[in-house]
């Protein structure tokens, strides 16, 4: 059974920093490419970044740049999100997807695979 599970959401003040793991299992890690997404109140899910699990190479949404990024330690199927200078506007819940093949991409209509969620906030 494949699983993604998030962890590492919470409550933090503007310009905090948090770290999101995705712990997968059920799939060969080494030939999926991993995202995070994220979906706040009202808008639609956006991607935010993703790593290719063969070759570790990533890509970023313009709006986290510089203050996200993401890892893979593929000795333990986990992918990482570090979080820092979070602002109000990252409130959301976050979501790591899977998708087979090594390109990693932002679009959410290539991954198959899903975890359940992770509710970020952050204070102003």
């Known amino acids: 059974e494949v699983q993604l599970v998030e962890s590492g959401g919470g409550l933090v003040q503007t310009g905090g920093s948090l770290r999101l793991s995705c712990a997968a299992s059920?799939?060969?890690?080494?030939?999926?490419?991993i995202g995070w997404f994220r979906q706040a109140p009202g808008k639609e899910r956006e991607g935010v970044s993703c790593i290719s699990s063969s070759d570790g190479s990533t890509y970023y949404a313009d709006s986290v740049k510089g203050r996200f990024t993401i890892s893979s330690d593929n000795a333990k199927n986990t992918v990482y999100l570090q979080m820092n200078s979070l602002k109000p506007e990252d409130t959301a819940v976050y979501y790591c997807?899977?998708?087979?093949?090594?390109?990693?991409?932002?679009?959410?209509?290539?991954?198959?695979?899903w975890g359940q969620g992770t509710q970020v906030t952050v204070s102003s």
């Open positions: 059920g799939f060969t890690f080494d030939d999926y490419a």
């Open positions: 997807a899977a998708k087979r093949g090594e390109i990693a991409t932002l679009g959410e209509y290539e991954y198959e695979y």
